[in-house]
Every structure is written in C-alpha cells, then in structure tokens.
C-alpha cells in the first residue's frame, strides 16, 4: 500500500504565507508525478500545481507568481509554498501522486486526506 501524509494547514491572515508538505511512503518504486489540488466550499476540486518527475512545475492561474510546488525526491516529499495568500485560497488542499508500485509494477493514483486552509481576517 501506499499512503500520503500532508501538513502544514491552517488559519492565516490575508497577505499571510503557509507551506504545505506531502510525505509519500509504503510500496513506492517511483514517483511518475505529484500535484496539489484543492476544493472549496460548494466547488469543484481544482489542480493548484504539479511537478511531473523529470518535467516542468505548472500552476493554476489564479496562483501563479504566488505559490511555488518543489519536491524532494529523497524524501518522497512534495511541498507547496504559499504567499501571498488571499480569502479566496481558503480551501481543503490534497495532495496527489501517480506512483509505480513495487509489489505490482503497476501505475496507481493515490490521495492524501486532505489539509484545511482558511485565509481570514
């Protein structure tokens, strides 16, 4: 099996920064991609940013030039840093992974539980 751990969620004031973290652990022979997503209340679940292993980090619109996406691969870990942050970012935020299993050798997508953002004043 195969499990993702996030953290660093929270309350923070607009203008206000948060980094998230991502440790992926279990039966893991590689990492194809990881991304963050994020659903608000009442919308659709949205990708925020991805960092394909070996590709180039992309990033919604609307958090361009605010949050960055980096990995460290001896970690299994994937991190979102935010800046920068607006009401609007306020959001349950998951953390995805297309992994190869060792076990199986077989390409499976996996999601974490989920972490709480609230940018409020």
């Known amino acids: 099996q195969v499990q993702l751990v996030e953290s660093g969620g929270g309350l923070v004031q607009p203008g206000g920064s948060l980094r998230l973290s991502c440790a992926a652990s279990?039966?893991?022979?590689?990492?194809?991609?990881m991304a963050w997503y994020r659903q608000a209340p009442g919308k659709q679940r949205e990708l925020v940013a991805g960092?394909?292993?070996?590709?180039?980090?992309n990033y919604a619109d609307s958090v361009k030039g605010r949050f960055t996406i980096s990995r460290d691969n001896p970690k299994k870990t994937v991190y979102l840093q935010m800046n920068s942050l607006k009401p609007e970012d306020t959001a349950v935020y998951y953390c995805?992974?297309?992994?190869?299993?060792?076990?199986?050798?077989?390409?499976?997508?996996?999601w974490g539980q989920g972490t709480q953002v609230t940018v409020s004043s």
């Open positions: 960092f394909p292993t070996g590709g180039s980090r």
């Open positions: 279990g039966d893991i022979f590689s990492i194809v991609a």
């Open positions: 995805n992974a297309d992994i190869f299993r060792t076990m199986t050798m077989t390409r499976d997508n996996y």
